[in-house]
């Protein structure tokens, strides 16, 4: 189980939390303080933690692994250092804000049947996803493509992968998100959607049967976007 330790007054100010796994030779004579993320300063070892293994986002609860689930911890093929990135919604600008928001991972020593894991799908953030302004709706797609879902699962997994819950995850300008699934050129049930997007209710969809994600599959995440109420390019970024 893990659940966000959201600092009292800080509820508005703390957008979202991802949880990284380093790689393993990580120098350790980095960790004795934070850093801004993606700055000329941050640790060049910080940029060897990128498969996220959680996420949280505003409004979500604490997250709980179905019992056959869990989250691997201590072994030798798991994360010995992880990176904890926060992001922060600032509108105001306000300065001088010290914030100790962060998360608690719940551990038990009965091992669970599979190991969980994150799968990533949607649009790659970068200055290239831009949305004009005033727009009553605009549509972006992340293809997570055939071939690539081939290459990542092919080798380890044949059988395929079992995906248990989703988190979609936007900002102030979503409105929808649907995350489609096809299979032999056949589109199947939608995996997760949320037609009525709030960026202040952002909470893991939790699905009432396993779906199975076989090599050479492929997802589509589909992003729905109101801009009406903006004057200027949105531009996306770190």
């Keep these: 189980q893990v659940e966000p330790l ?7 100010l703390v957008h979202h939390i991802l949880l990284y796994q380093c790689s393993s030779n990580l120098n350790d004579s980095v960790l004795d303080y934070g850093h801004e993320c993606y700055h000329p300063n941050m640790p060049d070892s910080f940029l060897t933690c990128e498969t996220v293994i959680f996420a949280w986002a505003i409004g979500g609860e604490g997250f709980t692994y179905p019992p056959h689930v869990g989250l691997s911890i201590g072994t030798a093929a798991d994360p010995q250092f992880v990176l904890m990135e926060v992001h922060y919604d600032n509108p105001s600008y306000t300065e001088g804000l010290i ?10 020593p009965v091992i669970r ?7 990533e799908a949607g649009l790659w953030v970068s200055l290239f996803h831009n949305i004009p302004p005033d727009m009553p709706e605009f549509v972006s797609e992340g293809h997570c493509t055939l071939e690539c879902l081939e290459e990542a699962l092919g080798a380890e997994r044949p059988a395929g992968i079992h995906v248990f ?21 056949q589109e199947q049930k939608l995996l997760a959607y949320d037609d009525d997007f709030d960026f202040n209710f952002q909470e893991f969809q939790y699905l009432k049967e396993e779906r199975t994600i076989l090599p050479g599959d492929n997802l589509i995440t589909e992003c729905h976007y109101s801009t009406v109420d903006r004057t200027h390019m949105t531009w996306v970024r770190q």
């Design 6 to 12: 959201i600092q009292k007054g800080h509820e508005n």
């Design 99 to 108: 914030d100790n928001s962060g998360l608690r991972l719940i551990y038990t």
């Design 165 to 185: 819950a989703v988190l979609l995850h936007a900002h102030l300008a979503g409105r929808a998100i649907r995350m489609r699934h096809f299979r032999n050129g």
């Design 113 to 119: 049947k599979y190991d969980a894991g994150v799968i």
